[in-house]
């Protein structure tokens, strides 16, 4: 089964920082978006 997905809004500057991220660093992030699912997944572990 293919996973459904949703547009989300951020500001633009914070778009390009997670970009820089995504670009100059070694931690194998792929895209933005993948940074963002995994920072979004850590946040809700850590409000349980």
Do not use: C, H, W
Request: glycine share 2%.
């Amino acid at each position: 089964m293919r996973k459904k997905y949703t547009n989300i809004a951020i500001p633009e500057e914070l778009a390009a920082e997670i970009d820089k991220v995504v670009t100059k660093s070694k931690l194998g992030y792929t895209s933005r978006a993948q940074f963002v699912i995994e920072a979004i997944r850590e946040r809700i572990l850590k409000t349980k």
